[in-house]
């Protein structure tokens, strides 16, 4: 029977985050955590004894879990689920099949963003199921929806968790290479965001060049770029830091023509496996 | 005989800009470059017959040349020689011994934002010489000063070169994986920027770990991270795309503490070459 507006399976850090947002927003809230006690700070929530009077409890059922696959099996009588843990566009195809008029969601936002506007949300599935809970999922931060196909949000997800670790290694990598010069990190933050404004105001137009197949310099040529690298390398072993995260940036331009800007990179990346 | 306001010396894509940038500030430029003719289009510009014409023609004399050791013994007789040609922070020290009172500066910007607010000039050395000049070098671009050690902007620069590159890698590496699923880049832009927004929030903080050694997690532990990049493996193996640059990322973590958070790779970049 259901009794509240939306049911919340799994309280870990985001979990929880996302009940105590839909709780704030005036929503009446169904909870369900493996190991239990993780409610007890939710002022207000239903506490179910099982997923499966969890996932009846409501019309909506959000699910956060470190490991979807655990929980899966017991969430078939869900009526709209959306499934917001952390999987590949694979796993969201294959729960696609038993739950076609739900959502896979990915989070970009740490817990803390959520419930505000730090926080996006993308969906991608059933549009309808978007439509009607639109207003639901805003509590929870800004919510894009995709498209129906339900591999959409992983996918992106993944492009967007990858864009993260490679910028914050490019951070980390220069703090380390001012270290050795006996230079802070904190005074370098300021450029370092000039910097990273100044490459993404430079992703639409690499993102028509991949989307086109056509490469030419933009910013300059891949030649330059190579050159650059190996002065990195150099200041790299001068300073007597690790050459790593350089040679690796200056094997990837190997074998591509470097009269062409850097988005030829892509054709690197999207290659088959082990080529 | 000092004649001109400020010299040019190098007129590639740069050099051709910032001479421009300041003619139409209304500085009085003199130029010299390698092979001739690529002032034909600076109107108003002195040309030097010689380098060492240009050098003494001006008090602050700016070169931005491909190679600069190919021209540095004849730049001696330069009153302020500003060096804003690329290269390492060793090539930086060497040419502060003969040209103490001199500037060594890097440019954070493509020629076509040079004389604009997209353009960030650093510069590093004798702090009079900057003063002196601060006006002038605003007609550039954004002109940060960063300390009298002349390797700094070098080493600033390199360690914004290689976030970029890096960050450029994370995006074409999503643009790879959503192609691979049939979906085009330019939709991925804004999520990229978003994605982009959200770690440039993070950086402050991880700077304050980075200078004080420490790292507990921010965002999330290190595990977690690890955990995601297994599913980025995963997802662009079952994608056919090259799992080279996910893989990459995961081998900077091992026999790094997982319990950590994400800071703690400095210590892998900044470890020596080769341990």
Not at 132 to 145: K, N, S
Not at 149 to 173: C, I, K, R, T
Not at 195 to 212: P, R
């Amino acid at each position: 029977m259901q009794t509240t507006d939306v049911t919340v399976i799994g309280l870990g850090l985001m979990g929880h985050a996302l009940a105590r947002a839909l709780l704030a927003g005036g929503r009446t809230v169904t909870v369900w955590n493996r190991t239990p006690g993780k409610a007890d700070d939710l002022a207000g929530a239903q506490r179910a004894a099982t997923p499966e009077e969890a996932v009846t409890a409501s019309e909506l059922v959000v699910v956060c879990v470190s490991d979807f696959a655990a929980v899966a099996d017991r969430l078939g009588k869900a009526v709209t689920l959306v499934n917001l843990s952390s999987g590949t566009s694979q796993s969201a195809r294959d729960t696609a099949r038993w739950a076609p008029d739900g959502l896979d969601g990915a989070i970009m936002a740490a817990p803390g963003g959520i419930g505000t506007a730090d926080a996006t949300i993308v969906y991608s599935g059933d549009r309808a199921a978007f439509d009607r809970h639109e207003a639901t999922f805003a509590l929870l931060g800004g919510a894009v929806y995709l498209g129906e196909d339900h591999a959409l949000a992983a996918l992106h997800e993944m492009a967007v968790v990858s864009l993260m670790w490679n910028l914050l290694n490019g951070f980390l990598h220069g703090t380390a290479l001012l270290r050795a010069a006996g230079v802070g990190a904190a005074g370098y933050v300021p450029l370092a965001a000039k910097g990273v404004e100044t490459v993404t105001g430079w992703l639409a137009a690499y993102a028509d060049q991949v989307d086109a197949g056509d490469f030419p310099p933009l910013d300059a040529t891949l030649d330059v770029h190579v050159a650059a690298m190996d002065h990195l390398i150099e200041e790299s072993r001068h300073l007597g830091v690790a050459t790593e995260l350089p040679e690796f940036l200056r094997s990837l331009t190997s074998g591509i023509d470097g009269s062409q800007g850097y988005a030829a990179l892509v054709e690197r990346f999207g290659r088959p496996p082990g080529r």
